[in-house]
């Protein structure tokens, strides 16, 4: 069956960067995409960015260019996101979701989250 | 940026009642919208695609439906385990998620 196993909590403190990474299971890797996406507190889903397992192409949210980068290691099955410079506003939980291998798409399967703490 | 308006925000109903929500995005994405739900501490549940197509293993009381600009979800007839929160998603361009309904107990 296909599963999307992430990494444990993380706490960082402000400017510092995070590594969540998503290991992949039950299906082809380099057939689909990944796409990561965040929930702060109590509120709603917001899309982080994509990219393809297949050719490596990535497509990220406008308001974190710069600041994040998805890759990953196909030998492996295992998406990562990194996020730089963090702020406190950056504290979510953070979800990888497999989706379409040629663009973004709709998400089938998701991880389970992994929460993201910035704090001093 | 495309937005997406869902309403109400919150939808207090009875089990065995009808759901009724709406997903309008601010320009035509065709047919590229995506339905959620939610729980509380778990991942989102992919519900529809393609706006109407349902994904595996959704049960038939669900229904997703509309083109363009407006969209609707509903639930023909609430079970218990369908008060969560759900959300509507666009992919038409860079992807965008709607705040989300909120369906409750009355």
């Known amino acids: 069956q296909v599963q999307l196993v992430q990494s444990g909590a993380e706490v960082k403190k402000p400017g510092a960067s995070v590594k969540v990474s998503c290991k992949a299971s039950g299906y082809t890797f380099t057939s689909y995409g990944i796409s990561w996406v965040r929930q702060a507190p109590g509120q709603g889903l917001e899309w982080m960015g994509w990219i393809s397992a297949y050719n490596g192409n990535t497509n990220y949210a406008q308001k974190l260019q710069g600041r994040v980068t998805m890759t990953t290691d196909t030998s492996t099955n295992t998406a990562y996101v990194e996020l730089r410079s963090l702020r406190s506003d950056d504290t979510a939980v953070f979800y990888c979701?497999?989706?379409?291998?040629?663009?973004?798409?709709?998400?089938?399967?998701w991880g389970q989250g992994t929460l993201v703490t910035v704090s001093s | 940026e495309i937005v997406l308006t869902q309403s109400p925000g919150t939808l207090p109903l009875s089990p065995g009642e009808r759901a009724i929500l709406s997903c309008r995005a601010s320009q035509s994405i065709s047919s590229y919208l995506a339905w959620y739900q939610q729980k509380p501490g778990q991942a989102p549940r992919l519900l529809f695609y393609g706006a109407s197509s349902r994904a595996t293993g959704i049960p038939d009381r669900f229904s997703g439906s509309g083109s363009g600009t407006d969209f609707t979800l509903t639930i023909s007839r609430l079970e218990p385990e369908d008060f969560a929160v759900y959300y509507c998603?666009?992919?038409?361009?860079?992807?965008?998620f709607g705040q989300g309904t909120k369906v409750g107990f009355k």
């Open positions: 998603q666009q992919y038409g361009s860079s992807p965008t």
């Open positions: 979701a497999r989706g379409n291998k040629y663009n973004s798409a709709w998400y089938d399967y």
